[in-house]
């Protein structure tokens, strides 16, 4: 049973240029949650989703970020914009329907994203 | 959720138990206890949770105070695989629609050859 999917792994911009963030997950996991690692720094929560609805985005920088999970395909993070701030790694993770406190969220590896 | 404080670093050595304390002294009755931990340049991992009563899988046990104030991870026999952030979150059952994970800065554990 495959894990948390990211892709890129690696994902390099130009300042201005737009970043598309991928994750598949889990199979039979609805809902998706995105975090962010800012260098030397904790993870941070952005956005939790459900298929075709945000849940909650109150981590969410108001500009520039959005997110989707449509009902068909993976979940993307979608940065426009960018700039040397938004440097970090990107992590996504997935819990299966259901959800309560105690259900675990399974993370896949991250996308590091470099901007020039 | 309730604020956990844990040691920002701790040191094992190589096939020794180690105990990784967590302290959240404001915990109400309906936060669960989870740990994850992240190893180096991996998303977190999910390690262990409980809510009252000790826990125990194949990774580590848990042991939870007594009044809930403060709970141990414990690693029974650490590798050097075991090296990396480990992360005490609450989560409250009654956290409404939202499900997210706050994470502190966790204690960098390093083991020892």
């Known amino acids: 049973n495959a894990g948390v999917m990211q892709n890129p792994r690696h994902l390099v911009r130009r300042r201005g240029q737009e970043a598309r963030l991928r994750c598949s997950p889990m199979k039979g996991h609805s809902h998706v949650y995105w975090y962010r690692q800012l260098p030397e720094e904790g993870l941070k929560f952005m956005v939790y989703l459900q298929k075709e609805n945000i849940i909650d985005e109150s981590g969410m920088p108001k500009e520039r970020f959005s997110a989707e999970f449509p009902k068909e395909g993976p979940s993307i993070l979608r940065i426009q914009q960018v700039v040397r701030g938004d440097s970090a790694a990107y992590f996504c993770a997935s819990s299966p329907p259901g959800v309560t406190a105690h259900q675990p969220q399974h993370f896949g590896d991250g996308t590091r994203l470099s901007i020039l | 959720d309730a604020k956990t404080t844990q040691p920002n670093s701790m040191e094992s050595n190589e096939e020794e138990p180690v105990h990784l304390p967590c302290n959240h002294s404001?915990?109400?009755?309906?936060?669960?206890i989870h740990w994850y931990r992240q190893l180096p340049s991996q998303g977190p991992e999910y390690v262990i949770h409980?809510?009252?009563s000790n826990v125990n899988n194949r990774m580590a046990s848990l042991a939870i105070a007594e009044d809930r104030k403060s709970s141990t991870l414990i690693l029974h026999r650490a590798t050097l695989r075991d090296a990396a952030v480990y992360y005490c979150?609450?989560?409250?059952?009654?956290?409404?629609?939202?499900?997210?994970?706050?994470f502190g800065t966790g204690t960098l554990l390093a083991v020892q050859p």
């Open positions: 404001t915990i109400s009755g309906t936060d669960y």
């Open positions: 409980g809510l009252t």
């Open positions: 979150i609450l989560r409250d059952v009654n956290g409404g629609a939202t499900n997210k994970l706050i």
